[in-house]
């Protein structure tokens, strides 16, 4: 069964500073990896996806996020974050339409 | 240009009073999903549709049903809210795959719904 932990529940960070948001996950085979980001009353708007080649994947927004297999992680960074980037974030793994879900990150920025 | 419509965007209904809430998309896509999200959750899914073929996910309790009229639209029926399903109600396609994309799920706004 395939699954992801994401093990921050809440991580603050002052503006400006680098960000790292942390996804491991567990997968049968060649997992399918996204980040999404959820503002307040919104919906799930999509970062950014790995599905295969370059580990190192670029998303919208300025963020990134780094395939290790040997780790089974897929962590999210951006290296200077904006007030905006207040929001939850969430992993998941599996295909489109059969995604597992992690319970999220909430980022708050601090001034 | 939004793919996935939800109207309305917040709904408050009665204990116990049929509600109703719908999804649009721009695409023409087979599958449309609709997910549940509790505060402080993750998305859950509820339900998804292949063309006309209704597929129900195990836990889905029977208090949720779904209606899909036609290739654009879908809808979400509670038959008798209780206060526990107020809840963020997430509608999603998969798209993308065409011209050697890879598809990918998007979702829309959400209705949040309030039970009181």
């Known amino acids: 069964a395939q699954s992801v932990t994401q093990p921050d529940i809440h991580i603050t960070v002052s503006e400006g500073a680098s960000l790292e948001l942390r996804c491991n996950y567990s997968?049968?085979?060649?997992?399918?990896l996204f980040w999404y980001v959820q503002s307040p009353g919104q919906g799930l708007q999509l970062l950014l996806k790995?599905?295969?080649?370059?580990?190192l994947v670029q998303g919208i927004k300025g963020f990134e996020a780094e395939f290790k297999r040997s780790q089974s992680s897929f962590n999210l960074r951006k290296p200077s974050v904006h007030w905006s980037d207040a929001a939850e974030y969430f992993c998941?793994?599996?295909?489109?339409?059969?995604?597992?879900f992690g319970t999220g990150t909430r980022l708050t920025i601090i001034p | 240009d939004a793919m996935v419509i939800q109207n309305p965007r917040y709904q408050v209904t009665q204990f116990g009073k049929p509600v109703t809430l719908s999804c649009s998309q721009t695409?023409?896509?087979?599958?449309m999903y609709w997910y549940q999200q509790k505060s402080s959750q993750a998305p859950k899914l509820l339900f998804h549709?292949?063309?006309?073929?209704?597929?129900n996910e195990a836990d889905t309790p029977d208090n949720f049903q779904s209606r899909r009229p036609n290739t654009s639209f879908c809808f979400l029926d509670i038959r008798s809210p209780g206060l526990g399903d107020a809840a963020m109600y997430l509608c999603?396609?998969?798209?993308?795959?065409?011209?050697?994309?890879?598809?990918?799920?998007?979702f829309g706004p959400g209705t949040r719904l309030l039970v009181l």
């Open positions: 695409l023409n896509h087979n599958v």
């Open positions: 790995y599905f295969s080649g370059d580990t």
């Open positions: 997968y049968g085979a060649t997992p399918y």
């Open positions: 999603a396609i998969v798209g993308g795959g065409a011209s050697g994309g890879q598809e990918t799920q998007y």
């Open positions: 998941a793994v599996g295909p489109p339409g059969k995604l597992t």
């Open positions: 549709y292949y063309d006309k073929d209704f597929n």
